[in-house]
């Protein structure tokens, strides 16, 4: 909230947020930690656009744009939670489905590829840099500012580094904000070798 409050009316012009869905299977997602109504005010106020993971567990307006993530891959087996994600958006698209196969190969519309390894990840709902990459390709233009408000892994600011667009992120968790700085500056390194 005192992130956004520094930016005047339309700043950014996409925020990519994965807020705590408060649906209590875990500490990390406890019904206390779910963002309160004051805070997607706060949201709407300080982008034009956005993409809301886990829209269907908020009070949202009605949308024609939702994007779902089909997990199939026994993504969240341990954790006993749903197989597939949904994104809510202002954004008058037609629903959108992404589909990861059991070999862990990304499908869309555009047919976009990944690897994802929930093993190697520090954070406990942390997304593929290539699904941020997919939706800034799709739903971003040249130039646009980003907001993200809940950074958790870092794997949008890989996506927005390796896109070139402008991030604004912010992480209140000292450990998932150090762990997600480290991830993103490894990532840097590997790319200044080739």
């Known amino acids: 909230m005192e992130l956004m409050g520094r930016y005047e009316d339309n700043h950014f012009d996409l ?40 829209g269907n567990y908020f009070n949202l ?7 779902c993530w089909d997990k199939t891959y026994k993504y969240n087996q341990k954790l006993n939670v749903g197989e597939f994600e949904l994104a809510w958006t202002n954004m008058d698209i037609k629903h959108k489905f992404l589909r990861f196969t059991s070999c862990g190969n990304f499908q869309g519309f555009e047919n976009p590829k990944a ?46 580094h390796d896109l070139g667009f402008d991030l604004t992120a912010c992480e209140l968790d ?21």
């Open 15 to 54: 925020a990519i947020v994965d807020p705590p869905y408060g649906i209590d299977i875990a500490k990390w997602d406890a019904i206390d930690m779910k963002p309160t109504d004051s805070y997607f005010q706060e949201l709407f106020r300080v982008s034009k656009t956005q993409i809301i993971w886990g």
């Open 61 to 67: 307006p009605h949308s024609e744009g939702w994007i």
């Open 115 to 160: 690897r994802y390894d929930k093993k190697k990840s520090f954070h406990p709902t942390s997304k593929p840099i290539e699904i941020y990459k997919w939706l800034l390709t799709n739903y971003a233009n040249d130039g646009d500012k980003i907001l993200d408000t809940h950074l958790g892994s870092g794997s949008i600011a890989i996506a927005c």
């Open 174 to 194: 000292t450990d998932y904000y150090n762990a997600a700085m480290k991830r993103i500056e490894d990532h840097k390194k590997q790319l200044t070798l080739f």
